[in-house]
Each structure stands twice: as C-alpha cells, then as structure tokens.
C-alpha cells in the first residue's frame, strides 16, 4: 500500500469522500432550477430532463472505460484527465446560450465525473485493507452523503440571488479543486501491479470481471436496491412541487431532510454487523424496503410529511446496502481493482438509470409508481440472493 507523501491520511480520506459527492452535486443542485431552465430555453420538457439522462448516461459508460484504463496507466492521470474534463465541461454548461449546448456539456461533464467517481472507490481498495477498509467505507459514504444533502439546499439558495447558471459555476469551483488535489496524489498502483497489455486488450479485462458469476450476481443483486432512490431522485420534484403543492425551496429541504437520513446508513452498518452475520444483514435491509415500499404504497398519499417519512426507512436502507456492498465486492478482488471498481459502479449507476427511467414512466400517480419500484426491486433482489445460495459453497 502507497503512503501519500504530500496528503495526511485525513486530508486523503476527506479527498476521497469529496469525489464520492461529484453525482450528487452534479445533479441534485440544479433540480430546484429545471423548471427555469426549460423557462429560460424556451425548450420542451423532455429537452431539460435530458440534461440529467445525458450525464446518467455518459457517467455509467465513462466508468466502464476508466476503470480498465486505470489499471494499465494508473490512477493519477485517469483522475487528473476526469477531473480537467469535467471542469471544462462545467463552464461549458454555465455560459451555454442554448439547450442543445448545455446538453453538450452535459455530456462530457458524465465522462469526467465518470472517471472520478472510479478512481475514489478504487483508491479505497489500493490504500487499506481488512477492518480499516470497512471503517474507511463506511466513513466515506457517511460523509459523502452531505454531498445529496446541502446540493439542492444550496441550489435553492443560489436561486435567490443568480439564475441556474450559478450552480455550474459552482461545479466548475469543485472541478478546479478536484483537479488540484489530484495533482498533489500519490500514484497508488505499482508499476509492477499494472496491467501490460495494450490499451485494446485492456478492455478485455471488463470481460474477465464479468465471468466471475457469484460476484456478477451479488452485484446485480445489490444494484436492484439502488434502483428506487434514482427513481424517486427522477419523480421528487414533481411529487413534493405539483402534487403537494411545495415552493422550490420547501422541495429543497424535504429532500435534504431525506438525504440527511442517509448519514444513519453506514453509521448503522458498522453497529449492525458487530452482532449480525452478513446473510442476516442482508435480510433486515431487505425487510426494511419492503415495509417501506408498503408505507409509501398505502400512506404517503396524506401529505409531504407523510411522503417523506413513508421514503425515509428506504434512505436508510439504501445508504446501509452501500458500504455493505462496496466491502463484500471488493473483498471479492484479488487484481485489477480498477476494472471491478468500474465494474462495480457502472452496474450500480445501470440500474439507478433504469429506475430513473421507470419513475418517469406514466403512471397514474407517481407516489403509487414509486411504491411499486420499491417491492418490485427488493422482491428481485430477494431472488437472486436465493439463487445465490443454491450457487454459494455450504
């Protein structure tokens, strides 16, 4: 493992949970502002929530291809393309005069932050080991959730004194910062651990992570209870907004509320499996969904406050899953810790997308819609964790 010679093991594990914010601060800041944006544009609806597709998109397919190419060149220049790409990217987004350009920037913002977000898992497995790893996961993902917690907060707030510009203005900050950080890294990966392939053929390593069934599966298994957030993340707006009829900056803090529930997950995870074996973990967080998605199903319909706490059991599920997920795979990785890393987040982001996509779809209301994703998705999980099972060795 490589000591940091320029970053205290604070600053380092700080470093890292910042990058774990960049989806949420990519995305979560500027929901309280799409409505102006379309208004600004002049655009149709489905013009501006492509703003968020096209970066859900591009973020899952950059990891994919970051991944593989950090194992054969490194983890500090794949982290300093990503983050010069995203900076670029953001101004591009800020000063766009028009919906197809800010589309654009959009795009190559996903390829950056893409990059990123492997590198900050990746540089978890290649610096700690063991029970530290797990406290390092676990403190990672408690602290990254302030990122989905203060991003619509401060969107709400800058609101008030600029237009939705100012939000990418401030991504372009968190880039720049990005950017300088990982300048002050320390390579991670030895030369001698890198892969000595071509740059084609280490590509061909995805294919190798992606035979290894019992790990493909625990992965997906896990990726279907990350699916409803991403589908409630797509439909909130419209939920807190159109049908409870809440100002931007009341939606905004409903959903920080909702996010800072989140903080409880990993800090519940480190106290939960001191006494409970991992198959038991498993099991309590699949009982937790399912009383969730029954609560949003039956009483969520009575009001915001209803809503929120009717969700709130899932935040706390999903962000509990996290660093559960996170430590299982991982220790599952014996090379090429990039490649699975990548592995690991594309399927997670696939997922999130797909659940985004099925929270948009028509239905007659969106909470019933949001109820429905919730049981369907641990139902699924469910089943491949009795597949799981019969392929496990007793």
């Known amino acids: 493992m490589t000591r940091q010679q320029r970053l205290s093991p604070k600053i380092f594990i700080a470093f890292i949970t910042f990058m774990n914010m960049f989806p949420p601060l990519s995305t979560d800041m500027y929901l309280p502002a799409l409505p102006e944006m379309g208004e600004h544009f002049s655009a149709e609806s489905y013009l501006t929530a492509m703003t968020l597709t096209i970066f859900f998109f591009m973020f899952s397919v950059s990891m994919i291809l970051f991944g593989p190419l950090s194992d054969k060149y490194g983890r500090k220049p794949i982290l300093i393309a990503g983050s010069a790409i995203y900076t670029v990217a953001s101004v591009i987004c800020a000063v766009s005069f028009d919906i197809y350009i800010l589309i654009i920037g959009r795009f190559f913002q996903g390829v950056g932050a893409g990059a990123v977000i492997t590198i900050s898992t990746v540089l978890i497995k290649d610096s700690f080991s063991g029970r530290l790893m797990s406290k390092i996961l676990a403190i990672t993902q408690a602290l990254s959730v302030i990122g989905p917690m203060t991003a619509p907060l401060i969107g709400g707030f800058l609101l008030r004194f600029t237009s939705w510009r100012g939000s990418f203005f401030l991504l372009t900050f968190f880039g720049l910062v990005t950017l300088a950080m990982s300048l002050l890294l320390t390579e991670t990966l030895k030369k001698e651990e890198r892969y000595e392939g071509n740059i ?195």
Not at 240 to 247: K, V
Not at 260 to 271: E, N
Not at 342 to 359: A, C, D
Request: hydrophobic share 55%; proline share 3%; net charge positive.
């Open 200 to 394: 084609f053929k280490s590509l061909t390593l995805l294919w190798e992570v992606g035979k290894q069934k019992i790990f493909m599966l625990t992965l997906i298994m896990f990726a279907f209870l990350s699916a409803p957030f991403m589908a409630y993340l797509s439909v909130s707006s419209f939920i807190y907004i159109e049908d409870f009829g809440l100002t931007a900056q009341e939606y905004s803090c409903f959903f920080a509320v909702n996010a800072a529930a989140s903080v409880a997950g990993p800090m519940l995870y480190m106290r939960l499996k001191k006494f409970m074996s991992n198959a038991r973990l498993l099991y309590f967080c699949f009982a937790v969904g399912a009383a969730s998605g029954i609560l949003v199903l039956t009483v969520a319909h009575f009001g915001a406050q209803f809503f929120l706490l009717a969700f709130l059991p899932f935040t706390v599920t999903g962000s509990t899953v996290r660093p559960f997920a996170m430590e299982v795979l991982l220790n599952r990785v014996t090379q090429n810790a990039g490649t699975a890393s990548s592995m690991i987040n594309f399927v997670q982001t696939l997922f999130g997308s797909v659940g985004m996509m099925l929270g948009s779809l028509p239905w007659s209301n969106f909470i019933d819609g949001l109820g429905i994703i919730i049981l369907s998705s641990v139902g699924l999980a469910i089943l491949l964790r009795v597949g799981l099972n019969l392929l496990l060795p007793k």
